[in-house]
């Protein structure tokens, strides 16, 4: 019984602890998002990259992948569209999937197509360093977070730059854009 209480505490202390010091540090958490999420990325770990994505941007890219496929149907360019994105689905297919599953398809499916293109580039990207260069207040629930990628071995050659928009939805950071 001793046991259980302590443990008992001992989680409510920690579950404490984590949420003053989200509250304390959401700007930390902030940057943190964003290094995660381009971390992810480069890594390929594309299920990563989807959690950290807001609701609306995966909905979005789901929409407008498949009003793009729909496009090139019409104008009868769906192989060239196809062949373009390494989209192997069929339209149909990709309406039925889930609006996650249609993002990390997405991402994949770019990736071996970088990979056939490039694979000493796709290769070196797991080890590029991301680093948050700082971050702009838009309103009470978003942020602009800009950011640079190194790679390791040359701490201070910027290979690319970047910035996120991350809201907050539920009382979670997500990337919004980018």
Same mark, same amino acid.
């Given at each position: 019984?001793?046991?259980?209480?302590?443990?008992?505490?001992?989680?409510t202390v920690?579950?404490c602890i984590?949420a003053?010091s989200?509250?304390?540090?959401?700007?930390?958490?902030?940057?943190?998002? *964003? /290094?995660?999420?381009?971390?992810a990325?480069?890594?390929?770990?594309?299920e990563? +990259? =989807?959690?950290?994505?807001h609701? $609306?941007?995966?909905?979005?890219?789901k929409?407008?992948?498949?009003r793009?496929?729909?496009?090139?149907?019409?104008e009868?360019?769906v192989?060239?569209?196809?062949?373009?994105t390494?989209?192997?689905k069929?339209?149909?297919e990709?309406?039925?999937?889930?609006?996650?599953d249609?993002?990390?398809?997405?991402m994949?499916?770019n990736?071996?197509? *970088? /990979?056939?293109n490039?694979?000493?580039?796709?290769?070196k990207?797991?080890?590029v +360093? =991301?680093?948050a260069?700082?971050? $702009?207040?838009?309103?009470?629930?978003?942020?602009?977070?800009?950011?640079?990628?190194?790679?390791?071995?040359?701490?201070?050659?910027?290979?690319?730059?970047?910035?996120?928009?991350i809201?907050?939805?539920?009382?979670?950071?997500?990337?919004?854009?980018?």
């Amino acid at each position: 019984m001793k046991q259980l209480i302590r443990i008992i505490i001992i989680v409510t202390v920690m579950n404490c602890i984590v949420a003053v010091s989200q509250s304390l540090s959401s700007n930390s958490a902030l940057e943190s998002i *964003a /290094i995660n999420y381009m971390t992810a990325f480069n890594k390929g770990d594309f299920e990563e +990259v =989807v959690s950290l994505m807001h609701p $609306e941007t995966i909905k979005n890219l789901k929409y407008d992948i498949i009003r793009e496929y729909e496009k090139q149907s019409i104008e009868g360019r769906v192989d060239k569209f196809k062949s373009e994105t390494n989209i192997t689905k069929n339209l149909n297919e990709l309406k039925k999937m889930d609006d996650s599953d249609v993002a990390v398809y997405l991402m994949r499916q770019n990736r071996i197509m *970088a /990979i056939k293109n490039s694979p000493m580039a796709v290769g070196k990207m797991q080890y590029v +360093v =991301v680093k948050a260069i700082g971050k $702009e207040k838009i309103d009470d629930k978003t942020y602009r977070v800009k950011f640079n990628m190194v790679l390791p071995e040359d701490d201070k050659s910027i290979i690319s730059s970047g910035e996120f928009i991350i809201k907050n939805v539920n009382g979670a950071w997500k990337v919004y854009s980018n």
